[in-house]
């Protein structure tokens, strides 16, 4: 396992990785029309804000495991939001047969 201690690979590599991850997932969340694309850009900056949790815990805890711990939860919350986001997605795609985010208007008067 890499430890950042050691200097394997410094922290300002994964920060450049976690930015540059988070960074493709907005770019894919804003230009995206597509609503599962949408939800895989979300899923992609969870995974970038994972990384960064998991590079400060390693550099900054050493033995500790804080920021893995919070990870675990970034995870479980993420599992979460993809089944909710999944089934409104199909339950709108029975009723719309479109995954299309423009022909989306359910919630407007």
Known sequence: MFDLSQGI?????YLLLAAFLFCIGVWGLINSRNAVRVLMSIELMLNAVNLNLMAFSSYLD???IRGQVFAVFVITVA???AAVGLAILLSLYR???TVDMEQFNL???
Do not use: C, F, P, T
């Not at 690979?9 to 590599?13: D, G, H, R, W, Y």
């Open 9 to 13: 690979l410094s922290l300002q590599a």
């Open 62 to 64: 050493g033995n500790l």
């Open 79 to 81: 599992a979460a939001e």
């Open 95 to 97: 009723n719309r047969v």
């Open 107 to 109: 919630l407007r008067w």
